[in-house]
Structures are given as C-alpha cells and as structure tokens.
C-alpha cells in the first residue's frame, strides 16, 4: 500500500521533484480518510494543521455568503491538493471544502511534515516552488 501511495503522491506536483525514497516516506506518514458525497471535509475557521490530497472523486472549495447562497471558489480533482499553507502559517482555513461524490483523501499532519522539510531540505524547496506557482 505504501508504495502505491507514494506512487500517486510522485503525479501530485507538489511532490513530483521528490526522490523514491522520500515519497515512501511521506506515504508511510499519511492518513487515508473516505468521505461521502456532501460531507464536509474542512469547515472555514477550522484550525489548520494537515495538507489533504485528493485521491479520488472530487470537492469543491466554497464560501457561504451572508445571505446563505454558497460561492464556489474553485472545484478539485485527482491529484489537487489544499492545506498546504497550513503546513506553513497556522492559520485556521480560509474556506469550507465539499465532497461532491464519495472522496478518498492522503492526510498529511502539520508536524510530520515539519520532520520531513528538515530531515531533506529539498521538501521545503518543493513546497516552495508550488507555491509560488500558485
């Protein structure tokens, strides 16, 4: 199973630059979670501390205005991540995350990425460079 998971984190760009070693790694450190269609994966104001990889099915990223309505800021496939600036600030989440079909998830804890970024420092410069993408 690890090594599938590191597999799939290897086609996830924030993780593509990485060695095989590392990937395993990481993948022995994630938490896979399943969530139905409409559940809620992170509620806006949660505290932020885990990177969430999407692996199967597919979320939507939104914020529910004043008047109720919701605004979808963007929809995630496959491969998307969010909650990497949590690794970073500690900021609580920006906005709420939605199931729109059954959803399979990599969880990765704020502290067990810490450990990776200064056990190999080309992690951070990884992150770095996604985010700066972005």
Same mark, same amino acid.
């Given at each position: 199973? !690890?090594?599938?998971?590191?597999?799939?984190?290897? &086609? $996830?760009?924030? +993780?593509? %630059?990485?060695?095989? *070693?590392? /990937?395993?790694?990481?993948?022995?450190? !994630?938490?896979?979670?399943?969530?139905?269609?409409? &559940? $809620?994966?992170? +509620?806006? %104001?949660?505290?932020? *501390?885990? /990177?969430?990889?999407?692996?199967?099915?597919?979320?939507?990223?939104?914020?529910?205005?004043?008047?109720?309505?919701?605004?979808?800021?963007?929809?995630?496939?496959?491969?998307?991540?969010?909650?990497?600036?949590?690794?970073?600030?500690?900021?609580?989440?920006?906005?709420?995350?939605?199931?729109?079909?059954?959803?399979?998830?990599?969880?990765?804890?704020?502290?067990?990425?810490?450990?990776?970024?200064?056990?190999?420092?080309?992690?951070?410069?990884?992150?770095?460079?996604?985010?700066?993408?972005?």
């Amino acid at each position: 199973m !690890t090594a599938q998971t590191a597999d799939f984190l290897a &086609s $996830v760009p924030m +993780f593509s %630059g990485l060695q095989r *070693d590392e /990937l395993l790694k990481f993948a022995e450190l !994630t938490r896979e979670r399943t969530y139905p269609k409409g &559940s $809620v994966i992170l +509620f806006q %104001g949660d505290p932020g *501390d885990s /990177l969430y990889v999407l692996r199967q099915g597919r979320a939507k990223v939104v914020l529910i205005g004043e008047d109720g309505r919701e605004v979808i800021l963007g929809v995630l496939e496959p491969g998307a991540h969010f909650g990497e600036l949590a690794l970073i600030d500690d900021q609580p989440r920006s906005a709420h995350v939605i199931a729109m079909e059954d959803s399979q998830l990599l969880i990765l804890r704020r502290e067990d990425f810490r450990r990776r970024v200064e056990a190999n420092q080309s992690v951070g410069w990884a992150l770095l460079t996604e985010l700066s993408r972005r």
